[in-house]
């Protein structure tokens, strides 16, 4: 039965024992408890459940209900609510991991038995329920030391993992510190340079008696800038050697001075930088066919898009021939210290596009 929507038409949830809505009364409270996963106000579930066990006020409900068992719904829908419940309790059963299985077979098929029991558990019928049910405490009976095995592990695997974001958090707090540090010091360093040049000026000091740190605090403001400049303007390096480079820049500007060529234009940006993306394994010619596309071919409503039936053969060469050359086993193996997903896709990637022999297909 739906719920009944309030004049914005939202859906309402409506205590069973008081009828109190949410849209009468915002501040209301409604929990639920797993047993059933019927819900209703936080004012009734005290006053029905707080003496002891009371049987669910829900119609046709027969679920024996204890007060310390309902809890406010983190989702807005109970049924996803009880979905992520069974998932959570599967999940602490089939706790295996893939380094626990022989071959990457066994692993989906371990993955997928625990994904169509979990399947039934949610939306089977009574009588698939109870055999999945049944299933999961068979399974849990037989292999509990696996289980807390796999737990004790898993612990240990999230200390490890929390004890590493609090090294990395205490790394990256100390150099903000070192780093502020640095700051003040360098703050007061100009501070007491300043305080030393206004010295200087008061006592009448001129600047070839003054202090050799503030000549050295003045140097290093802006000696990456002349290096710089002097790097790719070196007409101003011979200016200063004496009356010769003088002479030489008079001449250069009576015309001695070599004329600047004209700029060699450019041409259009490229993003890949030369890259070239021509695959090497095969060679894509115009006019193929297919069986399942010819009917598309002359039919307007696709091609009036605009829609090329050479880029669905361009793709289908590619994705068949991306895969060559790529043994997942062999690159599990090999340990290069990068995951499997970036080493799967670097070999696709070579095996279409690399170095390799070139292959025409008609």
Known sequence: ?????????????????????KYLNPDIVFVF???????????????????????????????????????????????VEREVDIRRRVAAVFNQVEDDFETLQDYNNYLQMVEDLTFELVNGTDERRRQAEAQLQAWEAEHRADIERNKKAGREADEISRKRLAAERDAVRQRRIEAIKEAEAEKRERVRSREMELDNLAKGTTAMTAEPATKVQLKR????????????NPTIATTGMGTGASEVERLSIRGLKEKPKAPVPQG????????DFAPSRYKLHGGLTHPLIEKYRLDRQHVAGGYSFDDFAARALYEAFAGLGVFVEDEKEAGSGIGLSQETSMAAGMAAVGDADKMDLD
């Open 1 to 21: 039965m739906a719920r009944p929507l309030d004049p914005l038409g939202f859906e309402d949830e409506m205590c069973p024992v008081c009828k109190s809505r």
């Open 33 to 79: 408890n797993p047993e059933c996963y019927h819900s209703m106000c936080l004012n009734c579930a005290n006053r029905l459940f707080n003496d002891g066990p009371n049987q669910c006020p829900h119609a046709g409900c027969n679920k024996t209900l204890r007060r310390k068992g309902f809890r406010s719904a983190f989702f807005g829908d109970l049924a």
């Open 221 to 232: 403001r802006g000696q990456v800038n002349r290096v710089a400049e002097t790097a790719s």
């Open 268 to 275: 259009p940006y490229d993003p890949f930088g030369g890259m």
